[in-house]
């Protein structure tokens, strides 16, 4: 007999039970917002008469994500809970191999029907912007030892996706690069990639972006656009020469370890002068009778810890203004990569094929992109929260499904019932728009 520290039995049952009710809500969510019409419609069809559909590939891929899967290996997780998929009316599911090879076989025409549904749900999340429309770009490196993969700067083999983000995080595209493709690299290119993803009428009033894109023709095509940028400078040395003509008398007080000031600079192929916002931060100093002693790349190192420095064409907003809108890069940008990469878990790529990864990176985007609107008919206490902690306190919830008189009813504790009823009442509602 098997000892125990707690005296309770467990035993077998065959009653239908999930741990994932609050994913059966989300999937019913997904079918209202016609996922299964745009899979169909937009992704390469199965050569087959009896071969899977594209939706069957991608519902239960986007669902793993949500639950938290990592590897396509978790797709059996959705295949054996049967009272989520009895509720979802999921017939079919391909195994992880097949998930694989449909992956590798239609890459950049899987990659290109995945843009064209994100740009269908874009105006979706639109219409809850009332401010001005600003274009965050920003490079990400995921390490992944596939015997294809490129070595990066970052000293690892692996991709460098460029990923495109709009007010609150929304992915409005992706360019899924080799590892060993410089940040910098066609910036542009994809900025103008970003514009082509907006509906008719819209334009974007701001750019913020990293030094890989302090970039003369960016800024001139910012300037020709009427696009307001604010793009972290790249250090050389004319721009330290600036730094030092400026007067002491001319820093201000930021905050307790930082000062401010600005000059006007220019690039050589610039076609306009801008502002350079200059942020001194307060670091212990050199010894000035040592400086005669360090090298030069060693002084240009130490004057790079100091200072900072933010590019910018908006000649209205103060130099606080734009350096406070600058920093929101943090939270718009770089905060959403991190839940991209490690909520949705796309630092996990599963293939030694590039175009493959990319295809299964914008089932991740998609996927994300969807969690940010199905967060819009939560209630507000739990919009502000990752998908980890939606998956603590809506996706687990456990619950039983049985069949009665034609019925299908889902059984949870009673705390629930009124949360999971609204979700359901906001989401039909949101199918009708």
């Known amino acids: 007999m098997t000892q125990t ?3 309770f039995k467990l035993q077998s049952t065959n009653e239908k039970l999930t741990p994932r009710t609050g994913i059966a809500i989300l999937g019913e969510y997904l079918k209202g917002m016609n996922l299964e019409r745009l899979c169909n419609d937009n992704l390469p069809k199965a050569k087959r008469s009896n071969g899977y559909s594209a939706f069957e590939f991608i519902y239960p891929l986007i669902l793993m994500l949500h639950s938290g899967g990592r590897f396509l290996d978790d797709i059996r997780e959705i295949k054996v809970d049967l009272a989520l998929t009895r509720l979802l009316k999921i017939k079919n599911i391909p195994t992880a191999s097949a998930i694989s090879k449909y992956l590798v076989k239609h890459g950049i025409n899987g990659e290109d029907g995945m843009r064209k549904i994100n740009k269908k749900y874009l105006p979706k999340y639109l219409k809850n912007i009332d401010e001005e429309l600003i274009l965050d770009i920003d490079a990400t490196f995921i390490e992944a030892h596939k015997n294809t993969a490129k070595w990066s700067y970052k000293d690892a083999p692996g991709y460098m996706p460029m990923i495109g983000h709009i007010n609150g995080g929304y992915v409005i595209d992706i360019d899924f690069r080799e590892g060993n493709e410089a940040p910098a690299s066609r910036n542009l290119e994809f900025i103008k990639q970003c514009e082509l ?7 974007f009033n701001r750019f913020r972006a990293d030094s890989a894109s302090y970039q003369a023709d960016i800024f001139n095509y910012c300037e020709k656009k009427n696009i307001l940028f604010t793009v972290t400078a790249k250090k050389n040395k004319n721009v330290f020469e600036s730094i030092k003509r400026i007067k002491d008398e001319a820093w201000q007080s930021f905050s307790k370890r930082e000062k401010i000031a600005e000059f006007t600079h220019t690039m050589q192929d610039t076609n306009n002068a801008f502002r350079m ?7 212990t100093p050199t010894l000035p009778h040592l400086e005669g002693y360090i090298s030069d790349e060693v002084m240009m190192q130490y004057q ?4 900072y420095c933010i590019a910018t064409n908006d000649n209205d907003l103060t130099s606080e203004e734009i350096i406070k809108l600058h920093r929101q890069r943090a939270q718009t940008s770089e905060n959403k990569i991190k839940e991209l990469k490690n909520g949705f878990n796309m630092s996990y790529l599963p293939s030694s094929n590039l175009e493959a990864n990319a295809f299964y990176f914008y089932i991740g985007v998609v996927a994300y992109n969807l969690f940010l609107l199905f967060k819009k008919i939560l209630d507000k206490n739990l919009q502000k ?8 306190k809506l996706y687990n919830i456990a619950s039983k499904v049985i069949s009665h008189a034609r019925e299908v009813i889902v059984k949870v ?3 629930f019932i009124q949360l999971l009823q609204v979700i359901r009442q906001r989401a039909y509602e949101e199918s009708l728009q």
Do not use: A, C, M, S
């Open 277 to 283: 916002i200059v942020i001194k931060k307060d670091i």
């Open 197 to 203: 993803q907006l509906p008719i009428g819209k334009k």
């Open 304 to 307: 790079d810890e100091i200072y």
């Open 385 to 392: 929260h990752t998908v980890k902690t939606i998956r603590y």
């Open 5 to 7: 520290i707690l005296n």
């Open 413 to 415: 504790n009673e705390e």
